[in-house]
């Protein structure tokens, strides 16, 4: 296996994709029939037809970003914590997740998410 094609680095490419908004290069790094959980086995979505308008929905958040806290990899399994700064209904805030990402064959595989409580920014004075 190439460096390039390794758990940790397919899961960076999709974490910079996110970031960048950029859907196309997002879909690339999961499996064409790849599938999305709510932790435990809550199925969310299924291949990338399900995916792009999840995604291309959630990139219109003009405040959305991604900052990875700490990553774990064991063999085909990526943990990232990361915290999420979105634009809710209710205001600009943010959430903690868990996502445990199944990587194989250098594509993602399946990825399972558990959300943290969704916390907002206190008003501009």
Do not use: C, W
């Not at 974490?15 to 879909?27: G, H, I, M, P, S």
Request: proline residues 6%; hydrophobic residues 40%; negative net charge.
């Amino acid at each position: 296996m190439l460096e390039h094609d390794s758990p940790a680095a397919v899961v960076q490419r999709q974490l910079d994709a996110y970031n960048a908004r950029d859907v196309d290069a997002l879909l690339a790094t999961y499996a064409p029939d790849a599938r999305q959980y709510e932790y435990p086995a809550t199925l969310l979505a299924s291949g990338h037809d399900e995916f792009r308008p999840r995604f291309a929905a959630r990139f219109q958040e003009p405040d959305l970003h991604a900052r990875l806290l700490q990553r774990v990899v064991m063999g085909k399994l990526v943990m990232d914590h990361e915290v999420v700064t979105r634009n809710f209904p209710e205001g600009k805030g943010s959430l903690e997740l868990v996502a445990i990402y199944e990587v194989v064959d250098g594509r993602i595989r399946s990825q399972s998410v558990q959300l943290g409580a969704k916390r907002l920014d206190a008003p501009a004075a």
